[in-house]
């Protein structure tokens, strides 16, 4: 198996594990009826400080520079 194989597979794995904790998470606060915040109040609450809106902005550019100007070379 080749570098560049492992590193779609690893990839592929991460972005699954993702889908899953986000899935969880919507669906534990579905079930909860309010006992646990939703996605909404989450992000209210992380954007709520300064520095958690510039760490989320520098990752949205990091995201956007490795997924669409790197590959439309």
């Not at 594990?17 to 996605?39: D, N």
């Amino acid at each position: 198996m080749s570098l560049i194989a492992m590193g779609r597979v690893a990839t592929l794995v991460g972005w699954g594990v993702i889908a899953v904790a986000l899935g969880t998470v919507i669906a534990v606060s579905w079930r909860s009826h309010g006992r646990f915040p939703g996605g909404v109040a989450l992000l209210r609450a992380g954007m709520r400080s300064r520095l958690a809106r510039f760490v989320v902005l520098a990752g949205w550019v990091w995201v956007g520079w490795h997924f669409f100007v790197r590959t439309s070379r």
